[in-house]
């Protein structure tokens, strides 16, 4: 492949929540693995070289890790601020190139925290590059340690003893078993290195002075005020304690360890805090001081300075410029951020990038278990949360507002992980398809930021409202209230015409109506229906069986009593606990926002409360589908198709002829119809009497993308006269010697379009949709990002609107859907094995009882750079120059 080898540094998290920097070895290392050896202990030394090894030979050892990265070499080290603390190498390739023999040696004083199986993870990610399949290796029987390891790391190691030695071999395959393994280390590493920032039991705010209204102070009293249950300390300049809380006039003042501090004060004195924090043992900090990324130039090396010294010393860090954190646990009850008001006590943790949206979701009846406002994500970003509440007990549903991506590969894992456990809701901000290019391929123009992110959301089942309203509504139904079993929907109400609204919003929602035996439904009870009439049909319906949601509307009016409905119907919803219940009130004295002990939510209108339903219906829906495996596809010359890669990126790549892009596809399975390229209109009259009529002339020229719209194809020709007049202008559509493709021209009943584009952060993404003239026109589509799973193909083509056209639809006969899935799948597998496929387009995909066949194809092909592996564990980069994908 022609992928860029070169890997930046990164930061990842140990078992115990720490911070190590994982990177390549350079020439420069060798004092620092020097001294790496020079401190170890004999035993640790014998585990690793089987004896007491020499300096002679440790100096060998340190001039082999030293060496240029190869094929036969490569070398990784981690560090801990200033300290090289280990280091993991495998070479010698084995005769087949594909295994490579792998060593790990990690510091005495570190062992135990994760840190070998961190360096493994990252040095069979970079070996994977060199093509090597398998690193095997050879470890004493006494070296428990390592054995755990290389057991830990991937469920397909193997073990063996051999004269006394312990024989070990790790795949080093990019597969899902592998993935799990890894997120279960992810989030328990996580969940250490966040416990000081959302579960402290020691606080300092930086900057708390004695002016009412200042951040500082306000912030200060917000957390003594809510009765933190631990330590709490103010810095300021006079070293005076505001409102009587213990302050100093230094972080360094502060008593040993102080887990978190909140920090207030101007943006050039924050790095300067943190550094006195770090002395005393701070292991987290919320920053909300304002004056970095957001702040110009500046601002962003600040930014990524402070983060740098942050990753130096272990310490985690919201923000900077963010609003604060809650947590609403009764052991810890934190609110270190300065929100004019704090939740009520749930089960809904919340992430916003946006202070202003933090503030509008923490005003609503929601019940908040924790609260993290991200600011500029400087750090801890949504990939970290999402890893961290998990397996948090006091949270049952997570709602996301992200402005932008910084992995968008490891959230979609992550958050579908999270979304089979518990309900995730993302409101996304900046719908515009602006991205689109002219130039682009269908494939590509329908694979814009949104449609990417609506496809990554999809997949991951992540719940997506239209708007911070719909948000606040879906949060209410899914947190600590049961999942419908499927999508009929009761409606008893008093009101008749906002029974007509329900059931218009229904159809909206994808949910149904339908009649209940012995009952109609919806049902009006008029507007003098007793409390105990209400609750006798509700439970009726409720008992039913037929119905897998209620929705009860309640109208207050002079002739009955609003409160003793809802009472009556309140005993109804708890005697049905697994029933979600959704209610709508209007009129009363009083206002309702629950009803009964469990809480079912009460919207303020039919239309809302139905739409909060169809949310719950679907995630629910998409809880109860299987994940899918990976799919065993035979037929595959990866090799052949690497080779037509590299041969056509080392000619300088971009959109291929046709010749080139069949000899890949074909390497893949993937048919696409002959053509014979020509450069004469006697070549291509002699080309169409050997194909047979009607036949079909396109342009040749592969930078000709929509050919129908420059006059660059000619359907239908039936004779040598039309072949012979047609051919100077659809020639004259692409460039000069450029030439025609003649094709005989094939019909099918279903004309589709399929195709591959990538992105270098999201990945690969496969489409699907209606094509020929109807795919720009009607926008029928459907995209899944890779790697796609064996159900996915059917997922894609059961999704389209025009659907029923690939089964049957009135009387004609169904196509050959386990073909087109076929051809899903191995597009899916080529865009998983190859990023250099930029942009390929199948347009038309002819589909019939036969089969399927691309008729047209057009790829281009793009040299790669590094790209964010999903599959390693590391923290958000520092870098200011990285851009994020907007959300």
Request: hydrophobic content about 45%; overall charge negative; some cysteine.
């Amino acid at each position: 492949m022609t992928a860029d080898l070169a890997l930046d540094a990164v930061d990842a998290l140990t078992a115990d929540g720490g911070i190590v920097t994982i990177r390549p070895v350079q020439p420069g290392d060798r004092d620092g693995l020097t001294r790496l050896y020079d401190k170890a202990s004999e035993e640790s030394l014998r585990l690793r070289f089987f004896a007491a090894p020499s300096s002679a030979s440790l100096a060998a050892e340190v001039d082999r890790l030293c060496a240029p990265e190869s094929d036969g070499h490569v070398a990784m080290l981690a560090a801990e601020g200033d300290a090289l603390v280990g280091v993991a190498s495998c070479g010698s390739p084995h005769r087949d190139g594909r295994r490579a023999e792998f060593a790990v040696f990690v510091a005495d004083a570190q062992c135990g925290r994760g840190i070998g199986t961190l360096l493994l993870e990252h040095l069979a990610a970079r070996a994977r590059r060199h093509g090597i399949e398998e690193l095997v290796g050879e470890v004493l029987p006494g070296n428990t340690a390592m054995l755990r390891v290389t057991r830990d790391l991937s469920p397909d190691s193997w073990s063996r003893l051999d004269a006394g030695i312990v024989d070990v071999g790790l795949a080093v395959r990019d597969e899902e078993t592998v993935g799990q393994a890894v997120d279960a280390r992810d989030r328990a590493a996580e969940r250490a290195s966040l416990r000081a920032v959302l579960s402290p039991t020691s606080v300092a705010v930086v900057g708390a002075g004695h002016r009412p209204g200042g951040v500082g102070y306000e912030t200060l009293r917000a957390i003594r005020e809510y009765g933190f249950t631990g330590s709490l300390y103010a810095v300021n300049h006079s070293g005076a304690a505001p409102e009587g809380i213990p302050a100093c006039r230094s972080v360094r003042d502060l008593p040993a360890p102080t887990d978190l501090l909140v920090i207030a004060v101007p943006a050039d004195q924050v790095a300067g805090v943190l550094a006195d924090g770090a002395k005393i043992g701070v292991r987290g900090a919320v920053v909300l001081s304002a004056g970095f990324s957001e702040d110009g130039p500046d601002g962003r090396q600040r930014q990524h300075d402070l983060i740098r010294l942050a990753r130096g010393h272990g310490i985690r860090l919201i923000g900077p410029n963010c609003l604060g954190v809650i947590n609403t646990d009764p052991s810890i009850r934190l609110d270190a951020g300065f929100a004019p008001h704090v939740p009520a006590t749930g089960s809904l943790a919340v992430a916003a990038q946006s202070g202003a949206v933090g503030i509008a979701l923490l005003e609503q009846d929601l019940g908040i278990s924790t609260f993290v406002s991200l600011g500029n994500k400087a750090d801890v970003s949504g990939n970290d949360l999402i890893a961290y509440w998990y397996d948090d007990p006091a949270t049952r549903a997570v709602a996301l507002y992200l402005e932008s991506f910084g992995n968008p590969r490891k959230f979609a894992r992550t958050v579908r992980a999270l979304g089979r456990r518990k309900p995730v809701l993302a409101l996304k901000s900046g719908r515009s398809d602006a991205g689109r290019r002219a130039g682009a391929s269908h494939t590509a123009a329908a694979a814009a930021p949104t449609a990417t992110v609506d496809a990554l959301f999809a997949q991951a089942g992540v719940i997506r409202p239209d708007n911070l309203g719909d948000l606040i509504d879906a949060a209410r139904m899914l947190t600590d209230q049961p999942l419908p079993a499927g999508p009929r929907l009761a409606v008893v109400s008093n009101a008749g015409g906002l029974n007509v609204l329900a059931a218009d919003a229904a159809e909206v929602a994808s949910l149904t109506v339908p009649p209940l035996t012995g009952h109609g439904n919806p049902i009006d009870l008029g507007a003098g229906a007793t409390p105990a009439a209400f609750a006798a049909v509700a439970t009726a319906f409720a008992d039913s069986g037929e119905a897998d949601m209620l929705l009860l509307i309640v109208i207050g009016t002079r002739a009955n009593d609003p409160a003793e409905i809802i009472a009556a119907l309140g005993k109804v919803v708890d005697q049905h606990a697994d029933l979600p219940v959704a209610a709508v009130v209007i009129g009363g004295e009083e206002a309702v926002t629950r009803i009964g002990m469990r809480g079912a939510p009460v919207y303020e209108s039919p239309e809302r409360a139905v739409r909060a339903l169809g949310h719950a219906a679907r995630y629910a829906d998409w809880r109860r589908q299987p994940l899918g495996r990976r799919p065993d596809i035979t037929g595959i010359d990866a090799a052949s198709a690497g080779a037509a890669v590299d041969r056509a990126l080392a000619g300088g790549g971009g959109w291929q002829p046709y010749k080139e892009t069949a000899e890949i596809l074909g390497a893949y399975g993937i048919n696409v119809l002959p053509a014979a390229t020509v450069t004469s209109r006697v070549a291509a009259v002699t080309t169409a009497n050997r194909l047979g009529y009607p036949v079909v002339l396109k342009s040749a020229d592969p930078a000709v993308v929509h050919k129908s719209d420059t006059g660059g194809v000619r359907l239908g020709l039936t004779s040598p006269e039309e072949v012979h007049d047609a051919f100077d202008a659809v020639a004259a559509a692409g460039r000069a010697g450029a030439g025609v493709l003649v094709q005989r021209q094939v019909s099918a009943p279903v004309e589709l379009v399929a195709g591959v584009v990538h992105d270098p952060l999201f990945g690969s993404v496969v489409l699907l949709g209606l094509g020929g003239v109807h795919t720009d026109l009607l926008g029928d589509r459907a995209l899944q990002l890779v790697p796609m799973t064996d159900l996915d193909a059917g997922r894609m083509w059961r999704s389209l609107r025009a659907a029923p056209l690939l089964t049957g639809y009135r009387g004609s006969a169904p196509i050959d859907t386990a073909a087109l899935e076929n051809l899903l799948l191995r597009l899916g597998r080529l865009a998983e094995d190859f990023a250099e496929v930029a942009e390929l387009d199948l347009n038309p995909v002819l589909a019939g009882p036969d089969g399927v066949v691309a008729v047209d194809a057009k790829l281009r092909l793009a040299p790669t750079g590094a790209e964010p592996d999903p599959m390693l564990r590391a923290l958000r980069p520092a870098d200011p120059s990285r851009e994020e994908t907007p959300s």
